[in-house]
């Protein structure tokens, strides 16, 4: 499978919008609070933007998506405002932070002018050097504030960034860049539920390389297959990520 270039192609053209706002420097693939964003953006008064970029092909609830990502990368990173750029969207709703090319600076815009309150203190930029957690786990929307809320905590908390395949900039077979991924990586993470075989593939691949490998599983136990059922498992309950986010960094950190 090769992936669309439309991402790079995306990326590239808004970063060419950015360099003709005088008032805005921006940063390309930052790692900032566990996580990588597509771009950082700070504005002359020193607001803090995130602009993550998706070429998603359309689908039922696409644009509730974008937004509900949107708003788990500002809770989580503690940015003044993050813009979802989507390229298959039709019209913009900048209240929530989704946005078409089109209408990225002038919401950048809107956000600066209507800007009273004070600044917030937002999470810093690190230097990973490559230093990455792998996140095995289903991309369901359902588990986008497990990635968000707990991975990219406990990656913080190792001074790493939490890739997931779906989330990174690459061109070439996706079985050889997760493989590439998860041999580079310090740990894995696995999102047991569901026992999706994709998931399912790229823990025995972990544990093949030895690479220190956390599981993690919203399926009851006992519904998990039976060898996988035998590992060391966490559990947690969807929408309950915040209080799961600190066991999962101390088992990280335990791993490493």
């Given at each position: 499978?090769?992936?669309?270039?439309?991402?790079?192609?995306?990326?590239?053209?808004?970063?060419?919008?950015?360099?003709?706002?005088?008032?805005?420097?921006?940063?390309?693939?930052?790692?900032?609070?566990?996580?990588?964003?597509?771009?950082?953006?700070?504005?002359?008064?020193?607001?803090?933007?995130?602009?993550?970029?998706?070429?998603?092909?359309?689908?039922?609830?696409?644009?509730?998506?974008?937004?509900?990502?949107?708003?788990?990368?500002?809770?989580?990173?503690?940015?003044?405002?993050?813009?979802?750029?989507?390229?298959?969207?039709?019209?913009?709703?900048?209240?929530?932070?989704?946005?078409?090319?089109?209408?990225?600076?002038?919401?950048?815009?809107?956000?600066?002018?209507?800007?009273?309150?004070?600044?917030?203190?937002?999470?810093?930029?690190?230097?990973?050097?490559?230093?990455?957690?792998?996140?095995?786990?289903?991309?369901?929307?359902?588990?986008?504030?497990?990635?968000?809320?707990?991975?990219?905590?406990?990656?913080?908390?190792?001074?790493?960034?939490?890739?997931?395949?779906?989330?990174?900039?690459?061109?070439?077979?996706?079985?050889?860049?997760?493989?590439?991924?998860?041999?580079?990586?310090?740990?894995?993470?696995?999102?047991?539920?569901?026992?999706?075989?994709?998931?399912l593939y790229e823990a025995g691949y972990a544990h093949a390389l030895k690479k220190p490998t956390i599981h993690i599983t919203s399926t009851p136990l006992e519904q998990l297959p039976f060898d996988v059922a035998?590992?060391?498992?966490?559990?947690?309950?969807?929408?309950?990520?915040?209080?799961?986010?600190?066991?999962?960094?101390?088992?990280?950190?335990?791993?490493?």
């Amino acid at each position: 499978m090769v992936i669309d270039q439309r991402e790079k192609e995306l990326t590239n053209e808004i970063a060419e919008l950015l360099r003709k706002e005088e008032y805005l420097s921006f940063e390309r693939e930052v790692d900032i609070g566990g996580i990588r964003a597509n771009f950082f953006v700070t504005t002359r008064n020193n607001r803090k933007y995130i602009i993550d970029v998706k070429t998603w092909d359309t689908f039922s609830g696409f644009r509730n998506r974008a937004a509900h990502q949107a708003g788990l990368l500002k809770e989580t990173l503690r940015v003044d405002e993050v813009f979802v750029v989507v390229d298959n969207l039709q019209k913009s709703s900048i209240s929530e932070g989704v946005v078409t090319l089109a209408s990225l600076i002038p919401a950048i815009n809107e956000a600066i002018s209507k800007e009273k309150s004070p600044r917030k203190r937002s999470k810093k930029i690190v230097d990973t050097s490559e230093k990455h957690i792998f996140a095995a786990m289903p991309f369901a929307e359902k588990y986008d504030d497990v990635y968000y809320v707990a991975m990219s905590y406990a990656a913080e908390r190792v001074d790493s960034v939490c890739l997931r395949v779906d989330q990174i900039e690459y061109s070439g077979n996706i079985v050889a860049e997760i493989q590439k991924l998860i041999r580079s990586s310090m740990a894995v993470i696995v999102d047991l539920s569901e026992s999706l075989p994709n998931v399912l593939y790229e823990a025995g691949y972990a544990h093949a390389l030895k690479k220190p490998t956390i599981h993690i599983t919203s399926t009851p136990l006992e519904q998990l297959p039976f060898d996988v059922a035998q590992w060391n498992t966490l559990s947690y309950e969807q929408g309950q990520t915040y209080k799961f986010r600190r066991p999962l960094a101390k088992r990280l950190q335990e791993s490493i």
